[in-house]
C-alpha cells in the first residue's frame, strides 16, 4: 500500500493534498529510519538525487540497504554515505568507480548483493509492477545462481529473481509539476522512472518545477500517482564522472 504526504489542506468537503516540501530535510522527515530498504536513482553520476542523498547524509539513519546500478564514486552520489558508513548492504550491478566501496567490501564491513544490470533493471520493474518474481537465463551456472531456484523451460535453464519494492525510493527529474508528474531527461530515464514505481515511497527532487497542466500528457514519464513528495533543487549538482578533453588544433 503506498503511503500519502503528511501534508493535507481541507477545502470545504475535499481535501488536497499537498506534495511539494520546502527543502529535502524536510522531505524526509518522518519516514526514514535505521535499517530501511532504500532505492536511489541514477546512473553514474548522471541523474542522481544529490539534495536528498545530502539530506539523508545530515539525518544521520544507519544500517540502510540501498539498491542502486553503482555506489557513485568517492566524492560523489552514495559514496558520501560510505564514507559515513551510513550504508550496510548495497544491491547493485556496477560499482567500479569507488575505491571506498572496493575497501569497505573486502575488508567485510560492506554487504553487497550483485545483479546484472538488466536483472536488477527488471526486478525493480517487477516490484513495482506488483510481480513478486520471474525466471531469467542471464547467471545461470555462475555465482548469480547460487542459492536461487533453477527451472527448465524448452530446454533451457533459467533461475528464479525476485522483485524489489524498497520502503521509500528518492529519484531526479528533469522536469515536474506539483501533483507528482514527472519528466526525465536523457541517461537519467535508466533508472528513475522504474524506481519511482517501486517505493512505498517515492520522494522526487524536481529541477523544474511547473503547475499542473503545464506538462504535455504525452510527455510525462512518471504519472503522479507514484509520487508522494516533491523537491524543487533548481541548481543541482553537475558532476562530470570521467572527464575526457580533446587537444585543441595548434593555432595557424
Avoid at 195 to 211: D, F, N, P, S
Wanted: hydrophobic share 40%.
Amino acid at each position: 500500500m503506498r503511503v500519502l504526504s503528511a501534508y493535507a489542506i481541507n477545502v470545504g468537503e475535499v481535501t488536497a493534498v499537498k506534495k511539494v516540501y520546502p527543502d529535502a530535510k524536510t522531505a524526509l522527515e518522518g519516514v526514514v529510519r535505521d535499517g530501511m530498504l532504500l532505492m536511489a536513482g541514477g546512473f553514474g553520476l548522471c541523474g542522481v538525487p544529490d539534495a536528498l542523498i545530502d539530506a539523508l547524509r545530515e539525518s544521520g539513519v544507519k544500517d540502510l540497504t540501498v539498491v542502486s546500478n553503482n555506489a557513485g564514486t568517492d566524492n560523489g552520489g552514495l559514496g558520501l554515505l560510505l564514507k559515513t558508513r551510513q550504508i550496510r548492504k548495497m544491491i547493485s550491478s556496477y560499482v567500479g568507480e569507488n575505491k571506498t566501496f572496493e575497501a569497505q567490501f573486502l575488508s567485510g564491513e560492506l554487504e553487497l548483493e550483485f545483479s546484472p544490470q538488466g536483472t536488477m533493471a527488471e526486478r525493480i520493474r517487477a516490484g513495482g509492477a506488483g510481480i513478486p518474481g520471474f525466471y531469467t537465463k542471464t547467471g545461470v551456472g555462475t555465482l548469480v545462481a547460487e542459492g536461487k531456484e533453477e527451472r527448465v523451460f524448452n530446454g533451457e535453464r533459467y533461475i528464479l529473481e525476485t522483485g524489489i519494492v524498497a520502503d521509500v525510493s528518492l529519484v531526479h527529474a528533469w522536469k515536474g509539476d506539483t501533483e507528482g508528474n514527472l519528466v526525465f531527461r536523457k541517461t537519467s530515464r535508466n533508472f528513475n522512472p522504474i524506481m519511482a514505481t517501486a517505493g512505498r515511497l517515492t520522494i522526487a527532487e524536481v529541477e523544474h518545477l511547473v503547475q499542473p497542466g503545464e506538462i504535455e500528457p504525452d510527455q510525462i514519464h512518471t504519472p503522479g500517482i507514484y509520487v508522494q513528495r516533491i523537491v524543487h533543487v533548481p541548481t543541482p549538482k553537475k558532476a562530470i564522472e570521467k572527464l575526457t578533453t580533446r587537444k585543441r588544433p595548434e593555432a595557424a
